[in-house]
Nanobody, 119 residues
Framework: QVQLVESGGGLVQPGGSLRLSCAVS????????VGWYRQAPGKERESVSN???????NSADFVKGRFTISRDNAKNTVYLQMNSLKPEDTAVYYC?????????????WGQGTQVTVSA
């Protein structure tokens, strides 16, 4: 059973930084990609950033230049470094992973970690 465990959320002032971690139970290379979604109160869940098995990264326009996704293959962990945080970044951040096996796609989610940006 694949497990994704997030950590690193919290309360931060506008302009501050946080680093989220997602520990994956399995090799990162076994997934098409691993990444982050977020969901703010009253809004739909949206993709933030992801990193593919080959190391290619994709990020939403609203975080480009502020957030950076990276990974440590030896630790099976994906990180989201968030800088210049804004109040509108407040949301629950979810780690997400997807793999395709024999043409069947499997998706996995973590439990989420709260990020609150407030003065």
């Amino acid at each position: 059973q694949v497990q994704l465990v997030e950590s690193g959320g919290g309360l931060v002032q506008p302009g501050g930084s946080l680093r989220l971690s997602c520990a994956v139970s399995g090799s990162l290379f076994s997934f098409n990609f691993v990444g982050w979604y977020r969901q703010a109160p009253g809004k739909e869940r949206e993709s933030v950033s992801n990193i593919t098995s080959s190391g290619r990264t994709n990020s939403a326009d609203f975080v480009k230049g502020r957030f950076t996704i990276s990974r440590d293959n030896a630790k099976n962990t994906v990180y989201l470094q968030m800088n210049s945080l804004k109040p509108e970044d407040t949301a629950v951040y979810y780690c997400h992973a997807l793999r395709t096996v024999s043409l069947v796609t499997y998706t996995y989610w973590g439990q989420g970690t709260q990020v609150t940006v407030s003065a």
